[in-house]
């Protein structure tokens, strides 16, 4: 093992020292590059690394390295004769191998030869250096390792490789080596790395001997293989002055192009890794977090991101070019500096314009990269100023700066500010090139992202707009619902639900299930959801309503099918009509001793069949019974029968819960945990609260205009009773001008009058009369039409329904002390 003056004779492993050549240049090999903790583990793993031993980043970080660089020991004596000299003693066995280094056994700098064996290859023979590393960090190996097979070729088999460590007192052109050596380090913050570095350049910098005569330091070739020996001596060639001129320049011009070819291919590698890192998903936010944390710290130390609002918002490409007024959110910022320190100068979310004189407008303007080597005190001042009482200028002066536009399809959609530390190379022309294509990948990839979620926005909108926004309390009943669409790529679908108040208290539910998805099943369910609504607005019984949406979905086309559960709850009554158009059956959920059920109905055809008769089935409930309906998508799982699921349904709804809401959640995660979903859901709880009958009160009236005095007085005395003598002057009115109406249009049956005390007072007039009342505009001298409007004026809500024998008026009035809420 070659050593450097300073290590003296108590380094194990020491060989004699060989005289070094007037001047060693720093050669390039393919390095692997570990970092371990003091509880031995990795903390950084390079690519050189993952080639070198296999396992990928992810997979390393956090592992024992002992696990990871399975050296088998030192190289036996044989190996090192094929070399040409005998082995070192710190490879015979007497002296610490890598093992000894990643065991934290040694407390100063080894170097020597291991051998890995059962790799995919076969045997490896390897290279190392290790540098204990002292100081605040949680570092404290550095391990460095080369495959030996990177550094001869054919015929050169004689050859001798040996690693050691020599002090950059021994190589004239120290300073531009020590420049270098932070590369073959992660990128990490300045005090850090300047941590790192110092130590290695205390111990000696890593060192291979090639022969007896020469010796060099060695950095990394960031995975491009090269026979250093053979570099170095084109470099030698070039500078010495006793070789022919032409054989220098010759000598001088392949090393300058392998060099090129090196750094090219480096930068290659890192736009693929780049490219492999970002757009892992559609989600824009996600998006935005992987290309800033790509950049860092291995490209740039900080990197800041800015988006158009249009881009944020997910709408529309944004219209015309960007100018001095155009606002840019600041969406990500990404550094190595200390924590906290630009959070609170630059935070994320802020939104600003940028002045024309500035480097990021003419970026955004140009759509070109712009490069500034260093950031001067003056340009500094000017970017700052634009941070109202914030002084960013010692973030930034003396920095490099490349801004990099972010575009798809020529239009510029953000940019990245990305900044160097002082301490490190500025960026160059190259640097502006890799930036240009790596914020055009980028710019691809949230484009993708920005069209997504403008896609999934518009189809939640539409989605939105068609699902009914249910109040979660009705007269009699309480209801709540959930709507989960099958993909996040497929957000529209068929599947509906509904409440709809209709005569007499009472209250249709409705669930239901287009065949398909997309666009075409998301219009299709909203004609038959308004279809569903005009003829419950008639008050159909629900097999005839069945009857009437099959024959609308084949007047519409031959592909309309779809599945349909239609109930009406009398809460007054306390019964329960249901009619099923092939949809899954309900549960009802007992509220007497929690016992749930699946409701035995005729199953009947889906909607769009045709010639297939409905039929209602009425049952009783009970007070705080539950009903639950939904749709398939919720207990259907492929390739398992669905009788699994309904029992799965019925298990979950019979636990008790403190609010519906908790109960539907409930009912979600027990049967989304069985995995395997697909299709959209739909589900719809309503609690059977019922109406109590000393909260109703019916009246039958004569068909005679003095029954409006007879009204009011019925309707104040039974408000008197029922404690709400406040409300009366309102409800009298309201029904005067009802019941009024009733008798003049009613032919020969008598007018019914109902008053039911619930959330809200509510009032109905029902005749035989078919014609509904129209709300019309009176003049001064007509002597009809005021009646719908001052009900209009006064009552909370109000509205007309057709009957099997006729028509119905309703109105809801607010009680003292509800706070006007609706009830719906």
Partial sequence: MERGPSHGDDRVGAVPQVPAPRESVPGRIPLAVVLVDADGLVSHWSIGARRLFGPSREEAVGVPAVDLMPVSGALGEDKWRKWGDAPPEAD??????????????????????????????????????????????AERLLVLAADTDQLHGEGEENERYAPGFALHTDFPGADRLARQLPHILPSMSPQESARIVSQVLELGYPVLEISQQERYPVTPDWGVPRRVERRARLLHAA?????DPQAAAAAAAELESDLEYAAVRERLEFLNEVSGRIGSSLDLSQTIREVSQAVVPRFT?????????????GEGFPDGPPDATTMWHRVAVEHNDEPGRWDDVVPVGESMP???????????????????PRISEQMGNAIAAQFEKRDISPLINNRSLLVVPLKAR???????????????AEFNDMDRVTGAELAARAGLVLDNARMYTYQENVAETLQDSMLPHIAPRMAGCDTATR??????????????????????????????????????????????????????AIDMDPAQLLRGLDDLAQRLGDNYLATCLYAVYDPIGQRLTIANAGHIPPVLVRAEDGRSELLELPTGAPIGVGGVPFEAVTLPVAAGDRLVLCTDGLVEVRGEDIGVGLAALAESAAHPAASMDDACDT??????????????????????NGIPPQDVADWRLAIDPREAGRARRLVREQLARWGLREASETAELLVSEVVTNAVRHAHTQHVLLRLVR?????????DDDHALPQLMDAGPTAEFGRGLRVVSRLAREWGTSRTATGKTVWFEQSLPGTGGARVR
Avoid at 239 to 243: A, G, K, N, P
Avoid at 354 to 372: E, I, R, S
Wanted: proline share 5%; aromatic share 6%; net charge neutral.
């Fill in 92 to 137: 015979d066995g007497h002296g610490p191998g890598l093992e000894a280094s990643l065991g934290g056994e040694t407390s100063y700098a080894t170097a020597g030869r291991a051998r890995m064996a059962d790799t995919p290859r076969g045997t490896v023979d390897i290279l190392w250096w290790a540098y204990p590393l002292v100081g605040p960090g």
């Fill in 667 to 688: 009912i979600i995660r027990a049967l989304n945990v069985r995995g395997g979903r697909k299709d959209d859901v739909a589900l719809l709880m309503a609690r059977l």
């Fill in 758 to 766: 619930a959330d809200a007072l509510l009032c109905e007039v029902s």
């Fill in 483 to 536: 709507y989960l669409p099958g993909t996040r790529l497929g957000r529209v679908g068929g599947d509906w639900f509904d409440t709809i108040k209709l005569p007499g208290s009472r209250t249709a539910l409705v669930v239901g299930d287009v065949m398909g998805h997309g666009l075409n099943s998301a219009a299709m369910m909203g004609q038959l959801r308004t279809a569903v609504q005009t003829m419950a």
């Fill in 239 to 243: 500078r010495s002055v006793d070789t």
């Fill in 410 to 424: 020529n239009v510029v959609l953000g940019f990245m500010i990305l900044l160097r530390h002082p301490e490190r």
């Fill in 354 to 372: 940028f002045p024309v004189h500035t480097p990021f407008f003419q970026c955004m303007t140009t759509g070109q990269p712009v490069l500034v």
């Fill in 301 to 313: 130390d900080v990197a800041g991101t800015y988006l158009r609002e249009q881009v944020i918002a």
